[in-house]
């Protein structure tokens, strides 16, 4: 069913009424939709076009179509969207879950545009007010500059995502502050993000074989999540790097509170300038992806040179398919900047190529998607305090983040994977036991 407001723009005497923005753009769009828009859209002159019973799309700006005409696509969109000048009423997620569906259902997905599709889009963004040069870009939106991957644009895309606050990041993540996949071992009501945190460290030290006074490398520590958990837990003799000046306070704080001074140093500094060379076991979650693919080859003979001979070594990392190795326009813009992502086959074997023996490879995407589900109920449980805190537009970002990320993962668009790795002693011995222990499971 599809109800159409064709009330009329105001035009000069004499002239026949033009149809309202909404329709307008929705005849304009239909051979990219492939039929009827996907969503009910109302523009910003009050017209409505498109089913009644799908999702409601609101542009409130002629600057929201601008966006979308100077960046089609998904950088367009989301910029449109984290500025407020393009809405969705309801649930963002079930909505665009809708739109993924529709364009799945009709082949949308090879469909390019034809030069007189485009002319015939641009007429009607010039009938309707919406031309003009573009918009500048959203305060939220990464600005930087340098050689890619220097050490300096590292630190300034570091800074973009981590340092926002870690009062910001409390209010999100569990009191561990672990940001990354958990690992969810129980289906029962009462199992939680914290408890699925506290697995996925508990999996990883054993993995690595921690034991009490083993000297123990944290290559992206974070917040400290397993490099705490390692010395608490396990008894190891713990340093970890970041070159994230909030974390590195936040870490220092905990160590203090905890007693820990003995058991914990947290160093700022960045992963290529570690050359300790003698630690017992070394682990970096989801660090991986942030180096850049013609680091990654340096990031792994860090881990390599590192670690003794005959230690293990793991790397929980995400992987990606497609022609947006870091995560899409949005994410790349907005979120993690210069990050970079593969099949985990082609991460395996630049381990492998670096001097690492691959040793066990345990898939864990559908547990990213409970981890993430449970991060956004936290976010909008405390949404009116993240507003207060970062503003509207930074909100809607880690919004728009937060739903699509879950998406990724669920659809199987991106995966995640904890891949552990020996340093052989140039006889091919190591320390792992012959029979996968029940515990790596």
């Known amino acids: 069913m599809t109800a159409v407001d064709d009330r009329p723009t105001t035009t000069a005497a004499g002239t026949a009424p033009r149809p309202g923005v909404a329709q307008a753009l929705a005849r304009a769009l239909e051979p990219l939709a492939g039929g009827e828009l996907p969503v009910h859209l109302t523009a910003w002159d009050g017209s409505s076009a498109g089913p009644v019973d799908a999702p409601h799309v609101v542009?409130?700006?002629?600057?929201?179509?601008?966006?979308?005409?100077?960046?089609?696509?998904?950088?367009?969109?989301?910029?449109?969207y984290v500025t407020g000048e393009l809405d969705v009423e309801g649930d963002l997620g079930e909505a665009?879950?809708?739109?993924?569906?529709?364009?799945?259902?009709?082949?949308?997905s090879g469909i390019r545009p034809t030069p007189s599709l485009l002319a015939s889009v641009v007429r009607t963004a010039k009938e309707v007010g919406a031309l003009g040069t573009p918009p500048p870009a959203p305060a939220s939106q990464a600005k930087l500059s340098g050689r890619l991957h220097s050490a300096l644009r590292d630190r300034q895309a570091i800074h973009h995502h981590y340092d926002l606050s870690n009062d910001f990041y409390a209010l999100i993540l569990d009191p561990q502050m672990a940001y990354s996949c958990g690992y969810w071992t129980s289906d029962d009501p009462s199992y939680g993000v914290v408890d699925a945190q506290r697995d996925k460290l508990d999996l990883v030290c054993r993995k690595i074989g921690l034991e009490p006074g083993m000297r123990f490398l944290d290559v992206g520590c974070g917040w400290g999540s397993l490099s705490l958990h390692a010395a608490e837990h396990f008894g190891a003799q713990v340093t970890g790097v970041t070159i994230a000046k909030e974390q590195k306070a936040f870490i220092d704080a905990r160590i203090r509170e905890r007693g820990l001074e003995d058991k914990v140093e947290i160093r700022l500094q960045d992963y290529r300038d570690v050359r300790d060379g003698d630690f017992?076991?070394?682990?970096?979650?989801?660090?991986?992806?942030?180096?850049?693919?013609?680091?990654?080859?340096?990031?792994?003979?860090?881990l390599?040179?590192?670690?003794?001979?005959?230690?293990?070594?793991?790397?929980?990392?995400?992987?990606?398919?497609?022609?947006?190795?870091?995560?899409?326009?949005?994410?790349?813009?907005?979120?993690?900047?210069?990050m970079t992502m593969r099949p985990v086959g082609e991460t395996v074997e630049l381990i492998e190529s670096g001097g690492l023996e691959v040793r066990d490879v345990h898939a864990m995407r559908e547990h990213y998607v409970r981890t993430v589900d449970a991060w956004h109920d936290t976010f909008e449980a405390n949404w009116d305090t993240v507003v207060g805190m970062v503003g509207d537009e930074v909100a809607r970002v880690w919004r728009l983040y937060l739903v699509g990320g879950s998406m990724a993962f669920r659809d199987g668009r991106m995966g995640v994977d904890q891949i552990l790795a020996v340093r052989n002693d140039g006889a091919g011995r190591n320390a792992l036991p012959w029979v996968r222990p029940a515990s790596w499971s």
Request: glycine share 12%.
């Open 280 to 302: 017992g076991a070394v682990a970096s979650l989801e660090m991986g992806e942030h180096v850049g693919e013609k680091n990654y080859r340096t990031y792994v003979e860090v």
């Open 304 to 338: 390599r040179r590192n670690v003794v001979p005959g230690g293990r070594v793991l790397v929980q990392q995400m992987s990606r398919r497609g022609r947006h190795p870091g995560g899409g326009p949005f994410i790349e813009s907005f979120i993690a900047p210069d």
């Open 59 to 80: 542009l409130r700006s002629p600057d929201a179509l601008r966006r979308i005409l100077w960046h089609p696509g998904e950088l367009g969109a989301a910029q449109a």
């Open 96 to 108: 665009l879950t809708h739109v993924w569906q529709v364009a799945a259902q009709r082949g949308l």
